[in-house]
């Protein structure tokens, strides 16, 4: 049993403390509720109670209130797909997949040394703390060591991350490329060393990059330990139509891109697919068979111009599905960004000649519900995050909609709940995060302790 796993700091006997806001609570896709007086009680990190203020009030008497009248309280945003030693590439525009692997991210990532490492973590998981990211399923280069550095970042930032070691056996510069017996036995230690630590707070997961860099062997172990140890697993899926006819060609009896991973054993309720473009109607459905969970990444697939994927389609099939900012592959971790990219995506497919219209746009509560249950329930967390529940853990944040960028001084519009819900959508930005907070603790502006505290 490893030591950093700890024992519960949450206790029956714990006080309970009860933030007063307007509360937005997605429930659906589409559906989400909204409280202009409510409050979240919390207790011990744990929301123990949430609904209108008043009712909260009277369940628990002798709780002590902050008063956030008027600031917005939303759960924390889940990224479901980000690629940390990428961070410092984020924003080269021009290139598709292959060839802006080849000249911009294999050279990043070879520099992701364990000193590159202890620079660079801190901040990455500072900023999506600031944008108002709780959870984040992570890739980290093939590198150990530089594995474990970012581990013990993520630890001391309070965000809630799945991290994985990338592997990769053929078909990457010789500087990345691993044998395929190291790069197990390396991802295996740090499964042993990380993999629930903090109670769960902190996950590992196996990350075989994708098909075209992993031998059939290789994919087919890390599923194995994967499941072994209860670990997670992430991979990326049919981004871009020249990996998908490389894969093709290296697994020719396959029959599909999916079918390759299914081979292998890789798909389970534990598994994050990133990308899913350019499947067809079986891989799709052999998807949602395996309840895998798929990260949507639109600002990613726009930026390297892979493609639009058919989240509407993808939706109606009941497949599990969250938001990825896929930094580098997209060029901002800020998950506003993300959500309106998603909105945009469905619209130029719905508008695409030929297309069966607005049937396939989406709203901006599907958008928002994608960001948070959405990707809770994508990476297998729906019952510890992703929206206010008792029970749940108390992963939110603090927004100030003063700060959304309109002309709302000059004079009246209205604050009706969709006006808000949209307002936040499309005017959101880090710049309205005044405080994150996970499992209770504020973690942005950092503090490293349990309260609250106004702005
Ligand atoms: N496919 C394989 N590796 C990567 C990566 O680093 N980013 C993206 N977007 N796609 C990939
Ligand atoms: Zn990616």
Known sequence: MNERRGKPSSSARESISIVRASLLNPIAPGRIEFLKDGALAIRGGTIAGVGE??????????????????????PGFVDTHVHLPQYPVAGLHGKELLDWLNSFIYPAERNFTPAVAARLAPVFFARLLSCGVTTAAVYCSVQKESTRVAFRAAERSGIRAMIGKAMMDRNVPAFLRETTERSLRDSEELCREWNDADRGRLMYA??????????????????????????HLQTHLAENRAEVEW?????????????????????????????CIYLGARERALIARNSCGVAHCPTSNLFLQSGMMPLREMLDSGLRIGLGSDVAGGPTLDPFATMRAAVYVATARALAPG??????????????????????????LERVTGNFAPGKDADFVVINPAMFDSGREAYPVGDRPDMILSRLVFLGSERAVEQTYVRGRRCYPALGQRGYRRG
């Not at 020719?252 to 598994?271: D, R």
């Open 53 to 74: 203020y008043r009712r909260i009030v009277r369940a628990h008497p002798r709780a002590k209130t902050v008063d956030l009248s008027d600031r917005l309280l939303i």
């Open 355 to 380: 297309s069966r219209a607005r049937a396939r746009m989406i709203d901006v509560g599907t958008a928002f519900f994608l960001a948070t249950l959405g990707g809770a329930t994508a990476l297998g």
């Open 206 to 231: 196996f990350t075989p990059r994708y098909a075209a860099s992993c031998s059939a062997e290789l994919m087919r172990e890390a599923a194995r330990m994967a499941r072994a140890s209860g670990a």
């Open 247 to 275: 894969v093709r060609k290296l697994f020719p009896k396959a029959g599909s891109y999916t079918q390759v991973y299914e081979n292998a054993g890789m798909l389970t309720q534990k598994t994050v697919l990133a990308h």
